[in-house]
Nanobody, 120 residues
Framework: QRQLVESGGGLVEPGGSLTLSCAAS????????VGWFRQAPGKEREGVSC????????NIAASVKGRFSISRDNAKNMAYLLMSRLKPEDTGVYYC?????????????WGNGTTVIVSS
């Protein structure tokens, strides 16, 4: 059974850092692009970053550019979102998702999300 499980969320002070992990099971992650999305309270889900199957192409949202980075380790069937200089507006539920191709709003599979709260 294909499954994505996010972890690493939590409560962090503004300016702090977190690393989110996405563990894939039941399939080989290197066949898919991996995207990170987030949904803030009362807002629509938005794309944060996408990484190609091999990791040689990356897209990152302007709102997090220079603060967040995406990576993957296909040997471990894992993907990551490294978040630094966090701001209160980064608060939300973060999801990883996969797609055969590039990331779009409609992805093939989604994890259940991990919650990030940026607050003092």
């Amino acid at each position: 059974q294909r499954q994505l499980v996010e972890s690493g969320g939590g409560l962090v002070e503004p300016g702090g850092s977190l690393t989110l992990s996405c563990a894939a099971s039941g399939f080989t992650l290197d066949r898919y692009a991996v995207g990170w999305f987030r949904q803030a309270p009362g807002k629509e889900r938005e794309g944060v970053s996408c990484i190609s199957r091999s990791g040689d192409s990356i897209n990152i949202a302007a709102s997090v550019k220079g603060r967040f980075s995406i990576s993957r380790d296909n040997a471990k069937n894992m993907a990551y979102l490294l978040m630094s200089r966090l701001k209160p507006e980064d608060t939300g539920v973060y999801y990883c998702a996969i797609r055969n191709g590039w990331c779009l709003k409609q992805m093939d599979s989604w994890g259940n999300g991990t919650t990030v709260i940026v607050s003092s």
